[in-house]
């Protein structure tokens, strides 16, 4: 069956370091994968895609690589601020049409 | 950027009774948006693909008769719980499908008393 694993459920980090978060998965051969934001209590917030055919991605201070061979994507925040804690959620397209199917998230917590 | 909205927020119900969720993108038109439910602590979870126009699909183990999916135009969207128990009670959210990317509702938190 296929599995999205977020193989850190919870990452406490410095402010000013970068925050590195793991996204492997199993069963699945996808043209594209998200990174999501999500906070307590709210809906997600779409942050980055990235298609087979990318290796890199950045907008601002961050950061998503995909590696179709090893099947894992990495997902950084560079200079981090407490700001940045929240819950970072990776997601696949499931099987059927444009939906998506979710990792259980990463809690990023960054302390001043 | 795209705007997804849901409406109510939170609604408290008694066992029983229906409650209507809608789901609008206010910025742009959206021929098929989905429904997940989000239990705490927990990912994530498709519940149905709802179609303008067509009959909603739903995922394996979601009961149709249970979560009616009614996709009346292109920017709104609506979930109706029947008959709502106190398992139904969950955090409900919609998105709402621009090309490959999709755009999140703020969620509805269900409690079923």
């Known amino acids: 069956s296929q599995k999205i694993e977020q193989n850190s459920e919870a990452l406490n980090i410095q402010e000013g370091k970068t925050a590195t978060l793991t996204c492997n998965y199993t069963?699945?051969?996808?043209?594209?994968l998200q990174w999501y934001r999500q906070d307590p209590g709210r809906g997600p917030v779409f942050l980055l895609l990235?298609?087979?055919?990318?290796k890199e991605k950045r907008k601002e201070r961050l950061k998503v690589t995909f590696d179709t061979t090893l099947k894992q994507s990495l997902f950084h925040i560079t200079a981090s601020q407490p700001a940045d804690s929240a819950t970072y959620l990776c997601?696949?397209?499931?099987?059927?049409?444009?939906?998506?199917?979710f990792g259980k998230g990463t809690s990023l917590l960054v302390t001043p | 950027g795209a705007v997804v909205s849901q409406h109510p927020s939170r609604v408290i119900c008694k066992s029983g009774t229906s409650v209507k969720i809608e789901c609008r993108s206010l910025?742009?038109?959206?021929?098929?948006m989905f429904w997940y439910r989000q239990f705490p602590k927990k990912s994530l979870m498709l519940m149905a693909t709802?179609?303008?126009?067509?009959?909603?699909?739903?995922e394996q183990g979601v009961e149709k008769d249970k979560f009616l999916i009614n996709h009346a135009s292109l920017t709104l969207s609506t979930l109706t719980v029947t008959s709502a128990h106190p398992e139904d009670s969950s955090f409900y959210i919609c998105?709402?499908?621009?090309?490959?990317?999709?755009?999140f509702g703020p969620g509805t938190r269900l409690t079923v008393l």
């Open positions: 998105s709402a499908r621009s090309g490959i990317e999709q755009f």
């Open positions: 069963n699945y051969s996808p043209a594209y």
């Open positions: 990235i298609r087979e055919n990318e």
């Open positions: 997601a696949l397209p499931a099987n059927s049409g444009y939906a998506l199917n």
């Open positions: 910025d742009f038109q959206a021929t098929t």
């Open positions: 709802s179609n303008e126009g067509s009959k909603a699909t739903y």
